[in-house]
């Protein structure tokens, strides 16, 4: 019986939870429509305070023409007060008044997304071109990285050869005209050679 009446009481504090909530909801966009219509009457009464006699007797046709744009002008600003004043008193709830509206904007952001959308598609294609290419240059250095190799390692093979060989053949590596020991036999050859004739 204790948790019959348990359940009970939670029961109803959930339902006055609930209850409370949307009584501020209500509340709070009672309180925004109210907002919105003193907005719009004070923009109606700034107006016709700025209206003066000269306004009133040119309706009337009693004074001098004034141009088609302020006409204009004052037409468009009565027709922006009426639509404002006929969405505040329609006879559709706030709610549907709202989802209609956020439906309007969606469609005017699913707009929007597209443009981004293909915005983004073109960039993913530039970043691939970018890639591309940077795989094409990689590939270029490495075949230029290969090749300066491979001058090097034939250029070391014969340096190499080169050494080996020489030290192969001591004598190889000492030419006639800058041994010493053949230059002093060279001189006393001639010296000899002179004495001789």
């Given at each position: ?9 939670a ?28 907005h ?12 003066g ?9 009693l ?53 981004a ?62 041994d ?8 006393a ?9």
């Open positions: 019986m204790a948790t019959m009446l348990g359940d009970t009481m029961t109803a504090k959930n339902l006055l939870g609930t209850a409370k909530e949307g009584t501020e909801h209500a509340a709070g966009a009672a309180r925004s429509t109210v907002m919105d219509g003193v719009a009457i004070t923009n109606v009464a700034a107006m016709l305070r700025s209206l006699a000269d306004d009133a007797l040119g309706w009337v046709g004074s001098r023409r004034r141009s088609p744009l302020v006409s204009m002008a004052i037409f468009g600003a009565g027709f922006a007060a009426g639509a404002g004043a006929g969405l505040l008193l329609a006879p559709a709830s706030g709610a549907d008044l709202r989802r209609n509206l956020m439906k309007s904007l969606m469609g005017l952001w699913g707009k929007v997304e597209d443009v959308d293909k915005a983004e598609t073109k960039v993913e294609k530039v970043e691939d071109q970018a890639e591309e290419m940077a795989g094409k240059a990689k590939d270029a250095v490495k075949k230029a990285e290969r090749k300066v190799e491979d001058t090097v390692k034939t250029g070391a093979a014969s340096v190499v050869s080169a050494v080996k060989d020489t030290l192969h053949d001591p004598k190889s590596m000492v030419s006639p005209a800058s010493p020991a053949h230059e002093t036999a060279k001189a050859r001639s010296t000899t050679g002179h004495r001789a004739s």
